[in-house]
């Protein structure tokens, strides 16, 4: 872990954040709180957040991972009415749209805990006004289970695309691809390790 906070910048071109040839800098933080409002108790709490320096139009990539848990069959919450207010919702109709529908119980995505990914939004929002990405990282879970989860990802997607919000999804299998493509000669341990688990 030390090791990814001293040197970032391989595993965010390994998700997909920043380009191999990127001059920026980054920070990388892991369970981030990202509030929305002063007055709430609680806030989001991002996985992983990457801030970012440097000349890039982007000052913050949040990641938020799932790797089981679309598939427990716990389910998910749907989205508080606190979070309704229409201040948090300037310049975001479409997801303002999708919220009203989440709540208080989420009908529409039994996989992806959109509601979750909704407040991750809000929060980065609030703190970086639009010049951030979100990452859903993910497991790519097999049979129908996984293709119902694929296209709920893609149904959020298209909503957040219409509110101009940078959403991204990736899953651990092309991760975990992309470090054992680039960095078997260089950590060849590291990486034999990973596939031999994960594979």
Not at 57 to 83: D, T
Not at 156 to 163: G, I, P, S, Y
Not at 179 to 197: G, Q
């Amino acid at each position: 872990e030390m090791c990814i906070r001293d040197s970032p910048i391989p595993l965010a071109v390994a998700l997909k954040l920043v380009s191999p040839k990127t001059r920026c800098r980054l920070k990388l933080n892991f369970e981030v709180k990202v509030p929305i409002c002063d007055d709430f108790h609680r806030c989001p709490n991002l996985d992983v957040l990457f801030r970012v320096s440097g000349r890039s139009k982007f000052l913050a990539f949040g990641v938020e991972s799932k790797f089981s848990e679309p598939f427990s069959g716990r389910g998910h919450k749907g989205l508080n009415p606190a979070y309704l207010d229409a201040k948090f919702w300037v310049d975001l109709p479409n997801l303002q749209a999708l919220a009203l529908r989440l709540s208080p119980v989420d009908y529409e995505f039994k996989y992806l805990d959109a509601p979750q990914l909704i407040k991750h939004i809000l929060g980065l929002k609030r703190a970086f006004n639009r010049r951030f990405k979100l990452l859903y990282l993910y497991w790519d879970g097999t049979g129908q289970e996984g293709a119902l989860h694929e296209l709920e990802i893609a149904k959020f997607n298209q909503v957040a695309k219409l509110d101009k919000i940078e959403f991204r999804a990736l899953s651990y299998q092309s991760l975990i691809d992309h470090l054992a493509t680039r960095h078997r000669d260089t950590d060849p341990d590291y990486v034999k390790f990973i596939t031999s688990r994960y594979f």
